[in-house]
């Protein structure tokens, strides 16, 4: 209706053609039709305006609205010719105006509604006012908004002033609109395309009971003397006990909207917004309350509202929503159940079969074949698992350095000649830092590396379209060896829990398929672990335990918090154990080598330098004065004495005490 421009600039557009506009909300279903409307307020014939700021106002705090038109401050008289429940309201309307088919769309404004109907627009005549119909007083199918009425926007509309008088027999066969009372917002005023009934009937009021009407005005009255805090509850009760009379067919589902609506009118709320919140619960209680149909009987006492605004009918509101709740999810659990089946499906092969155990042992075993000596098997998946800015990407472009141009990684480890090139899918590092930092890598072979830059972007491999780009793309490269850095940015997009043991199973499944169909060897994919600062052999991967079980190696890199910032490697996996070792960094050329003690050691060698230090400048004290002074506890200090036992002697003091000094300082005692 409002085509592709926004709401607010269709609003400003009208008013500034004469339009007086007011905001709504409306629901649709999922073939278009609209299921419901909220107003903002039932104020919407004071509060509608041609005023720029306030409805600047109004779409600022609610940008989804439907502009709507208020018919009589517009000084608009809109004739709705209907084509459904077997009326033909266009031909009708085309015949009582004259309007022949020569007429142009100039001489006779109109708009197309959802139903194939048309909006014809004319120009109030202040001297014969127009009133609303929706019965049909003019012809079958043709309804008037006049005075009283409203329209939603359309953006082909005129200007007020351009449109043509609307014809004096309207006036004569309609009449003058009806006092403005607040209780007369029904049907003949609001007629929305949508809020048919099955037959194809619009909503009319069905109520000849006068008792049930002053019943439900009753619940009315009571929810409009409700204190704001208790509102939702005695919403959800009172409209509820509305919707069962509905349910009964002692009431149409419009009449117990429209009075149960009314009441919250003198309610204060805290924000524009609020209201319409509390309207569509309105219409939620009553659909829920049709549901248990229980009719109104004479003598029946009005739903008694507690300070937290409950009810028996709110309890049984709540039931029937928990009975709903529990149905959509078990339906979901159905669903996420096939979906996974259907994910698997996709990517699922035929395992080779190589008959009895006695023929398979006839194969041939084949040699330990390495891209990285010790670290990296041909054909092998790799993890490097590290805390956050330890080096990941350090780790990463050396990699790189010595599998293009064969150098021993990290100073240590052969790596096997390749043909292929690699493939960095870097989600992490900003494009032109990430390029500026292999630029000093000083690559030899540079042609044979290829960078996907997609920080800010996703490559969801869920998707069958972006797992065979990624296919074509990699086989084009020839890619050997496919690094994705990191997991956490890589997995966007394809799955939204990491947690959770399927999707990641599904993400990693996918990612071997892409491998294996594009012809790649190894994949290598830094983690990041969710502690800072772990100790050797308790260091993990963030997310599920899944992520750790699927690849061949495990590398993990950490920085030692004692007694500086020094880098550790250590690796374990298929045929891959080496022990943590220290890393050195140059940081002028950015290279990595491999060559030192362990986290326990370095931390070992450190405390036997401090003790030797401080006994040093105190000689001659004992165990507990040490101990005190350096803040240790026994075995730290038992650790440290015995890395430091060549250069501090113990000897015997006064009241046989043990003292220490260094190897070359003289007793004093």
Known sequence: MTGNISGLDLALALAAKGYSIFPVRIELDAEGNRT?????ARSWREMSTMEKTAIEAWWTAQPLATPAIDCGKSGIVVIDADEKSGHHGVSAWRGLAGITTLATRRDHPWAETPSRGRHYFYRADPKSPVG??????LAAGVDVKGSGGLVFAYHSMPKVADLPVVPSFVATGIGPPAADRPDEMSSTEISFDGF???????????????????????LAEQLGATPDGSGFGAISSLAYRAGQYVGAEQLSEHQANRIMRGALDGWTWRKFGD??????????????????PRPWTAGEALPTVTPDGGTEAADEALSDDVANALHRLRVMAQARELLAIEAHAESWTAPADFGSLANELTLPDLPVEWR????LGAGHNAILVAGRKVGKTTIVNELVRSLVDDEPFLGRFEVSPADGSIAIFNYEVEQHQYRRWLREVGLTNPERVHVLHLRGRSLPVADPRVRAWITAWLRERQVETWIIDPYSRAYVGSLDNGNDEAQVSRF????????????????????????????????????????????????YLTR???????????????????PEEQISYDSASRRL????????TTRRNADAQALIDYVGANPGQGQNEIRTALAWGQGRFAKALSAARSEIRIDIGARRAQVHYLSDQLNSE
Not at 132 to 137: A, F, H, I, L, V
Not at 276 to 288: E, G, N, P, S
């Open 36 to 40: 419901d409307v909220e107003f903002p």
């Open 196 to 218: 048919d009934e099955p037959g194809g009937q619009a909503d009319r009021p069905r109520a000849d009971d006068a008792a049930v009407l002053a019943r439900v005005y009753e």
């Open 508 to 555: 990693l499944d996918h990612l071997d398929v892409v491998k294996m169909e594009a012809g790649v060897g190894q994949l290598v994919m830094p983690v990041h672990t969710p502690k800072a600062h772990v100790e050797s052999g308790e260091e993990t991967a963030i997310g599920s335990q899944r992520l750790e079980a699927w690849p061949d190696a495990i590398w």
């Open 593 to 600: 080598a491999l060559g030192g003690w362990s986290r326990a």
């Open 372 to 375: 990285v000596k010790g670290m």
């Open 560 to 578: 030692e918090i004692y007694p500086g910032t020094e880098r550790y490697l250590r690796a374990e996996g298929r045929d891959v154990d080496h």
């Open 132 to 137: 609303c119909d929706n019965t049909g007083k």
């Open 275 to 292: 209201d319409v919140k509390m309207r569509a619960l309105v219409t939620r209680q009553i659909k829920a309350g049709t549901r248990k």
